[in-house]
Nanobody
Framework: QVQVVESGGGLVQPGGSLRLSCAASGFTFSNFAMNWYRQAPGKERELVARISSGGGTTRYADFVKGRFTISRDNVNKRVYLQMNSLKPEDTAVYYC?????????WGQGTQVTISS
């Protein structure tokens, strides 16, 4: 059974940090590129960061470059999103997505709220 489960969201003040985690099971994790997306109320879901299957290549949306870092642990089948210097506009539900060829698996999301 395929499972993609995000955790680590919460309420943080502007300028703070959070580390999101995504645990995967039920598929060959090391074959899959992993992505973090986010969706704010009333907006479309957008790509935040992506990491290749082996972890050697990463890509970031312009609005998080220099603030967020994606990483993965293929032994423990996890992907992480370290988020620093958080802004109110980073408030959204953050989703983890696994991609390989025509297969895609989404998690249920974790809420991140940036507010004072």
């Amino acid at each position: 059974q395929v499972q993609v489960v995000e955790s680590g969201g919460g309420l943080v003040q502007p300028g703070g940090s959070l580390r999101l985690s995504c645990a995967a099971s039920g598929f060959t994790f090391s074959n899959f590129a992993m992505n973090w997306y986010r969706q704010a109320p009333g907006k479309e879901r957008e790509l935040v960061a992506r990491i290749s299957s082996g972890g050697g290549t990463t890509r970031y949306a312009d609005f998080v470059k220099g603030r967020f870092t994606i990483s993965r642990d293929n032994v423990n089948k996890r992907v992480y999103l370290q988020m620093n210097s958080l802004k109110p506009e980073d408030t959204a539900v953050y989703y983890c997505k696994a991609d390989f060829l025509r297969n895609s698996y989404w998690g249920q999301g974790t809420q991140v709220t940036i507010s004072s």
